[in-house]
């Protein structure tokens, strides 16, 4: 295998671009209408361009040694469950993927306190340190635990956009009206975020459930069962298109039709059709589709942010 290849199979670059989607799209979308909106100018915001690509940059390269370490203690699964995506030992040996994790991991955190220190916001390199100890302890102790392990990935998933936020805010002066409103977005993308994530990593347990249950994991499935872990995630589901509709309707009801209709056909419609293949899957291939669907839906909210370009 290709080493360069392998090196992006081992990242999941294409994880890593929804990253980079997500957070480039809040701060050229969100941000400038934020300011707007406050009657402010978007280039007296806190978080400069180019601290912003550091932050990007800072993102990408924890998430990236995430994987490498997840794939590390995650072989004996992947071996059973998906044998031929296993990276470590085929592409790269053990100890240079382990030397890789090292050095991304330390990098993220020296560019991040490299922000921090830029914004006098100490909270960006404190929370991103932890979010590096956060990765090592689920991928070595909590990934496969009942609940935690999706919780854990769902809030690192909210944190790609809340980390934008927390980097804008000042603690020396007072929050103006762009920040409390920035904040307010984040939330809601945040909120987003977290809930598709935890449907995704519910419907992945079910997918996995066969060498999950082997090594003695104790993911929902497992321990409650399919037909309990299928109607947790339809739960979720059905939250997610109730407030996704109410939203959009009320976008509709406000003049925004453009953006009503969009999270209508492009999220609300999609989660109704993923509640109904959700009561009918029940191998691996099955819900392997669902959880690629589910980033198709996660990718739709991220393009949602465009909108407000428009507003």
Not at 61 to 85: C, H, S, T
Not at 175 to 197: H, K
């Amino acid at each position: 295998m290709n080493r360069l290849v392998a090196f992006l199979k081992l990242i999941r670059w294409p994880n890593l671009l929804f990253i980079v989607i997500t957070q480039v799209a809040f701060y050229f979308f969100v941000f400038p209408y934020c300011y707007e909106q406050s009657g402010l100018v978007f280039e007296d915001a806190r978080l400069t361009e180019g601290i912003f690509w550091v932050l990007v940059f800072a993102s990408v390269v924890i998430a990236a040694a995430g994987y490498i370490i997840n794939d590390y203690y995650d072989i004996p699964i992947d071996q059973i469950n998906k044998p031929e995506r296993v990276i470590i030992s085929k592409g790269f040996s053990v100890k240079s993927a382990m030397m890789m994790y090292i050095l991304l991991s330390v990098t993220g955190i020296f560019v991040s306190a490299f922000a921090g220190l830029w914004l006098r916001n100490m909270y960006v390199p404190v929370i991103n340190s932890g979010v590096v100890l956060l990765l090592l302890f689920y991928s070595a102790l909590l990934k496969k635990k009942f609940l935690i392990g999706n919780v854990i990935v769902s809030l690192l998933t909210a944190w790609v956009v809340l980390v934008l936020s927390i980097s804008e805010r000042s603690f020396s002066l007072p929050d103006n009206e762009a920040w409390l409103l920035l904040l307010r977005y984040s939330l809601i993308y945040g909120g987003f975020a977290f809930i598709i994530s935890m449907i995704r990593e519910v419907i992945k347990d079910m997918e996995d459930m066969e060498g999950d249950k082997k090594l003695g994991c104790t993911t929902m499935p497992i321990v409650m069962g399919i037909h309990a872990a299928r109607i947790y995630t339809m739960v979720w589901v059905l939250l997610l298109a109730g407030i996704l509709g109410w939203i959009s309707w009320q976008l509709i009801a406000g003049g925004l039709t453009l953006q009503g209709v969009y999270g209508i056909v492009l999220l609300v419609l999609p989660l109704v059709w993923l509640l109904k293949e959700l009561i009918t899957a029940s191998d691996q291939k099955a819900f392997h589709k669902l959880s690629s669907f589910v980033k198709l839906i996660m990718l739709a909210g991220i393009l949602s942010m465009i909108f407000f370009k428009l507003l």
